[in-house]
T-cell receptor
Framework: KNEVEQSPQNLTAQEGEFITINCSYS?????LHWLQQHPGGGIVSLFM???GKKKHGRLIATINIQEKHSSLHITASHPRDSAVYIC???????????FGKGTRLSVIA | ETGVTQSPTHLIKTRGQQVTLRCSSQ?????VSWYQQALGQGPQFIFQ???????GRGNFPPRFSGLQFPNYSSELNVNALELDDSALYLC?????????????FGEGSWLTVV
């Protein structure tokens, strides 16, 4: 069993829909990253969270440390949001990230 | 623009050959990690370097080796290539020893072994 689990694996949405991607982890962490990967392969860091909530534009990320759960929300989704969204856990300061398998999002116009 | 550059972007090698992939990080980012991402999977940790020394390694055989240089560049070397080594190889850099710092990824190197 992977230490970081994401759901759903695949998600198709109509433009404008509100989207939620979930991430749960089984170990104690110091921070959690949400990453976006486009078909070309490059990964962009969206958020790094250790508590609470962060917002950037139409993206919102929340984390509940006690429940070992984080969510990424996209409001007013757009086809350009289509990508793979990956959560990755940082267990302690200088350890490598532990990645989920990603959620493939397709937003249809 | 993440400030992390990888080369080459795509390459094809024959089974048994050796390959060197390169990564150039932002100045001051003296922690660099390398990941292998097979199609449809999340990235898997290969190893990490801090100030030119390996300080963490994932479940990869010794034919995967690396180097980090004082100018914040690094290399991933893979010897005796196998078909299963075909994947996207990502490097990522960050400031060291500070839990929860932003991590910067390169665009990756797509390796195909035939």
């Amino acid at each position: 069993k992977n230490e970081v689990e994401q759901s759903p694996q695949n998600l198709t949405a109509q433009e404008g829909e509100f989207i939620t991607i979930n991430c749960s982890y089984s170990v104690g962490i110091s921070a959690l990253h949400w990453l976006q990967q486009h078909p070309g392969g490059g990964i962009v860091s969206l958020f790094m969270l250790s508590s609470g909530k962060k917002k950037h534009g139409r993206l919102i990320a929340t984390i509940n440390i006690q429940e070992k759960h984080s969510s990424l929300h996209i409001t007013a989704s757009h086809p350009r949001d289509s990508a793979v969204y990956i959560c990755a856990a940082l267990i302690s300061g200088n350890t490598p990230l532990v990645f989920g398998k990603g959620t493939r999002l397709s937003v249809i116009a | 623009e993440t400030g992390v550059t990888q080369s080459p972007t795509h390459l094809i090698k024959t089974r048994g050959q050796q390959v060197t992939l390169r990564c150039s990080s932002q100045s001051g980012h003296n922690t660099v990690s390398w990941y292998q991402q097979a199609l449809g999977q999340g990235p898997q940790f290969i190893f990490q370097y801090y100030r030119e020394e390996e300080n963490g390694r994932g479940n990869f055989p010794p034919r995967f080796s690396g180097l980090q240089f004082p100018n914040y560049s690094s290399e991933l070397n893979v010897n005796a290539l196998e078909l299963d080594d075909s994947a996207l190889y990502l490097c990522a850099s960050s400031f060291p020893g500070q839990g929860g710092n932003t991590i910067y990824f390169g665009e990756g190197s797509w390796l195909t072994v035939v």
